[in-house]
């Protein structure tokens, strides 16, 4: 009877251990604000995809006229609005997809699919219409929009940080 009064708490003391864990690296992979992954789950997720050779499509975007809305309204809103942008992402995307907040107004989603140009196009329209529908925050219509680049992998480019760069400079192209 002690043996197994032992054991059980043994086991709950794993579990609780395992939870706490488990707490510790969503925190470590989650961007605090947004609540979207972190860019440090961002390289983690390109590496894993680049080493088992699984296709993706990584969209690369900003928010357009994101800093008069700071300079504007203050950093309170600006926090807002990016959370809300967040939100709009995330519905953007299936779930085993995943999105990303790299810094600042910047955003990254990786699609886990195979190469196809119509799907593309629908995502990258899907993207910019949510975010360039106004944002109602604390009784203040804001409008941004999006500057939004993609590569696919393997089919753009052999490495995820050439399909990452690559990415990135669609979005600066369009931006331009």
């Known amino acids: 009877m002690d043996l197994r009064f032992v054991l059980a708490e043994q086991e709950e003391a794993f579990h609780r251990e395992s939870t706490e864990r488990q707490k510790m690296e969503d925190l470590a992979n989650t961007d605090g604000l947004t609540g979207l992954y972190n860019e440090r789950y961002f390289n983690s997720i390109l590496h894993k995809k680049e080493l088992q050779k699984l296709p993706f499509i990584l969209f690369y975007l900003d928010l357009d006229h994101f800093k008069p809305v700071n300079d504007t309204y203050g950093h309170d809103m600006g926090d807002k609005l990016l959370k809300e942008a967040a939100n709009r992402l995330q519905s953007c995307i299936r779930s085993n997809d995943y999105a990303f907040r790299i810094g600042g107004d910047e955003f990254s989603l990786v699609v886990c699919t195979e190469f196809d140009e119509s799907l593309c196009c629908r995502i990258k329209e899907q993207i910019q219409n949510r975010l360039c529908a106004p944002f109602d925050i604390d009784g203040k219509t ?35």
């Open 142 to 176: 804001l409008y941004v929009g999006s500057s939004c680049g993609y590569a696919a992998y393997p089919n753009d480019a052999s490495t995820a940080n050439e399909i990452r760069i690559l990415a990135d400079q669609r979005m600066y192209a369009e931006k331009e």
